[in-house]
């Protein structure tokens, strides 16, 4: 088995919209792949075809070598899921819900109590042990829908937009919880919105756009081919702008946006700083403010795709807005 | 299938298929699941048990004497069909713990492990048919302190019993059918109100049809609810019972070829 998860020509549509426009993906055991893009850009519906939850309308797809549809069975018992919506029973508490999933898996009572206490002490949650998830904050939901997911100690692990809705907090623990994960050897598939968290965890981002694979490579690569950054320069003097907007473009090779009188561009990454400042010094160019900040998902969209990452107005990801 | 098959590396040796038995201990382990929430929601105890204690006693003290001349003659006729609304209306808790899982994302937690596909529902419907048989034996207890007698006998006690749960079977498929349909665990409560408390006040559970203006008898005498309860009536009162029971059973029969094929059809549609 050369690859933990594999995919080729995945297609899928509910009604007139093509959730998924040919997807193929390829990851290998022990690594990290992030599939980074908008809402309804076809990154749930992706997971839900590898998780066996949704089948494909063409192409086809393995998980630890097993067809997802074909051998959906035997595919499930390597996978763990941890979905966008914290899937715990709310009525049960943190001890319950890891309890009844061990049971599933066919785990004898003692041991799935073992498993289930281990894992609520890996994540933080012992103290909350015996309360009823509904008294859980949406971080402690979410690390306790992360623990359910490993109960089983799958080799592949699917983590769907793991941090959305999350304060900055929360969302740095749960971070620090999946990279304590890519140590013992799992292979995971991470959804993101956010170009920082791809960066952070994934070693290859693919970049989905309207159901398609628009961009793929190391966050290294594709932060070079479209800046991770971008600098801001706004000049005291309006009629600077121009001269400023020429500048920037020729020292970095990427087309500047101006927005008022602050110009705007994309850096691959810091060390142009400083050249920057002395050139504008240089030119006499008085600046108002200069700073340097991390691009946005929308502008890697506008620098991969030509277009803004919108949020496309039908949810595409979610099957049941088709049926009614 | 154990913990050490779900860890083994994976060459092509993993099991296909679910075994019948490991489906139907999967089906008792989400049952013990639906079924344990009662510990820490005791909100739910008290709608399993105070509301029907409750019905009993307010229609066979508040209504009786009007309807049947005493309340205990009273309770000799109504706790069967107090019994039998109490369970048609319990239905309605299948239908929004269904959709309570639905939406809440813990199906596609479910049909994501290696269990039996069919195991999650018939994990609800068996606990709720546990709550049933609690609660049916609650209002016969209940029934029994303030006079009710069951003359028909250990046959039509265990008659009875078996008549509401094949029943419960056949109407959870429309529970089924409602939370699957619905995007709000609440919208299956409304339903309830709009069409189970109609249907079940509309039938001769609570007062003999002899009581109501002909229009209404004509609804009420074809009303199945009022045929299952002159099942349970029959089989608890040991008044004679095949025709209805007979009725009853053709009833369940049809509900379920009609609403089960549905039901099942959006289930699939619902999750992928």
Known sequence: MEHAIWAEGLVRRFGDTTALDGVDLAVRPGTVLGLLGPNGAGKTTAVRILTTLLQPDAGRATVGGYDVVKEAHSARQLIGLTGQYAAVDE?????????????????????????????????GLSDAANRAAKTYSGGMRRRLDLAASLVGRPQVLFLDEPTTGLDPRARIEVWDMVRDLLSSGVTVLLTTQYLEEADQLADEISVVDRGQVIARGTPEELKTKIGSQALEVRPVRSGDVDAV??????????????????????VPDASLLSTVVRELEERRIEVAELALRSASLDEVFLALTGHHAEDETEDVDAPEEEQS | MTAATVTAPAPRRLP??????????????????SLVSVKHNPFELLDLSIQPIMFVLLFTYV?????????????????????????????????????????????????????????????????????????????IGVGMVIGYRVHGGIT????????????????SWTAVLIGVLVDNPEKVQIFGFVVVFPLTFASNAFVPATQMPGWLQAFVNVNPVTILSDAVRGLLNGTPAAWPVVQSLLWAVAITAVFAPIAVFRFKRRIG
């Not at chain 1, 907007?245 to 561009?265: F, I, M, W």
């Not at chain 2, 019948?20 to 049952?31: C, E, I, R, S, W």
């Open chain 1, 91 to 123: 009525t049960l508490t943190g001890v319950e819900n890891l309890l009844f999933i061990g049971r599933l898996l066919g785990m004898p009572r003692p041991d799935a109590r073992a498993r289930a206490v281990e894992l609520l002490g890996q994540f």
């Open chain 1, 245 to 266: 907007s020429a500048l920037l473009g020729q020292l970095t090779q990427n087309k500047p946006e101006l927005d008022g009188t602050t110009v705007r561009v994309p």
């Open chain 2, 16 to 33: 296909r298929h679910v075994s019948p038995v490991d489906g139907l201990k999967q089906t008792m382990t989400l049952a013990w699941r």
């Open chain 2, 63 to 139: 209504f009786g004497g009007a309807i049947s001349g005493s309340p205990k003659e009273y309770v000799q006729f109504s706790l069967p069909g107090i019994i039998v609304q109490t369970v048609i209306f319990a239905t309605l808790t299948t239908g929004v713990g269904l959709s309570t899982d639905l939406t809440k994302g813990v199906y596609d937690r479910l049909q994501s492990l290696p269990i039996a596909r069919w195991s999650p529902l018939a994990g609800r419907i068996l606990a709720d048919m546990t709550k049933q048989v609690w609660a049916i034996s609650l209002l």
């Open chain 2, 156 to 171: 039509g006690l265990i008659g009875a019993y078996l008549i509401l749960l094949i029943f419960f079977l056949a109407v």
